[in-house]
């Protein structure tokens, strides 16, 4: 798996005190990955029916600054 580019500025632009580099990158076969904080023995997803997390599957955190900085960068289709 290949990452192309990242989405957005890089992550100490946009986050103040984080530690950690959270970060959006869009791979070589059109998905994404995104690179935060793991919080998958942490939040508690019940009360938001369908949303699960399946095995093999994490559930991580990014600053909301580094998405909204991401977003003009994620094509429309």
């Known amino acids: 798996m290949r990452a192309v ?4 500025r890089p ?3 946009e986050t103040t005190g984080a530690t950690g ?3 959006i990158v869009e ?17 508690d997803l019940s009360m938001l029916p369908g949303v699960h997390c399946a095995p093999g599957e ?3 955190r990014i ?4 998405l909204l900085a991401a977003r003009g960068d994620i094509p429309d289709a």
């Open 27 to 43: 791979l070589a076969g059109g998905d994404f990955a995104v690179v935060g904080w793991d919080i998958t023995g942490e939040i």
């Open 5 to 8: 580019r990242r989405l957005g």
């Open 58 to 60: 994490r559930v991580v």
């Open 11 to 13: 992550a100490a632009e």
């Open 63 to 66: 600053d909301r600054s580094v």
């Open 21 to 23: 580099s959270p970060d």
